[in-house]
């Protein structure tokens, strides 16, 4: 079975920092796309950083560049988002996803309202609180 569980989210205080974490199972965990998005209620959902599994190729929303660090255990099949300097606008759900590796650097760029069409799967989601 597919499956893509996040973890690690919470409540901080502005400039914090959050690590969550993304098992994935029942994938070629070698050959895929992996990431992030975000959605706040009221806000268009939005891509926040991907990972190619395979080459290391890493990319990031123009919103957390120099904030935010995706990074990935192999052997462990796990993807990891170290977020700091947190503000209270990266408040947020935050959901895992899965995507082909072609679509890699479209994730972070793409209108939020198009991003499902990239994606083929998603966690349920964890919860990022940043408190001002």
């Known amino acids: 079975q597919v499956q893509l569980v996040e973890s690690g989210g919470g409540s901080v205080q502005a400039g914090g920092s959050l690590r969550l974490s993304c098992a994935a199972s029942?994938?070629?965990?070698?050959?895929?796309?992996f990431g992030w998005f975000r959605q706040a209620p009221d806000k268009e959902r939005e891509g926040v950083a991907s990972?190619?599994?395979?080459?290391?190729?890493?990319y990031y929303a123009d919103s957390v560049k120099g904030r935010f660090t995706i990074s990935q255990d192999k052997a462990k099949n796990t993807v990891y988002l170290q977020m700091n300097s947190l503000k209270p606008e990266d408040s947020a759900m935050y959901y895992c996803?899965?995507?082909?590796?072609?679509?890699?650097?479209?994730?972070?760029?793409?209108?939020?309202?198009?991003?499902?069409?990239?994606?083929?799967?998603w966690g349920q989601g964890t919860l990022v609180t940043v408190s001002s």
């Open positions: 029942g994938y070629t965990y070698s050959s895929k796309c």
């Open positions: 996803l899965a995507a082909p590796t072609v679509a890699c650097s479209q994730l972070t760029v793409v209108p939020g309202r198009l991003l499902n069409g990239y994606l083929e799967l």
């Open positions: 990972i190619v599994t395979g080459g290391g190729s890493t």
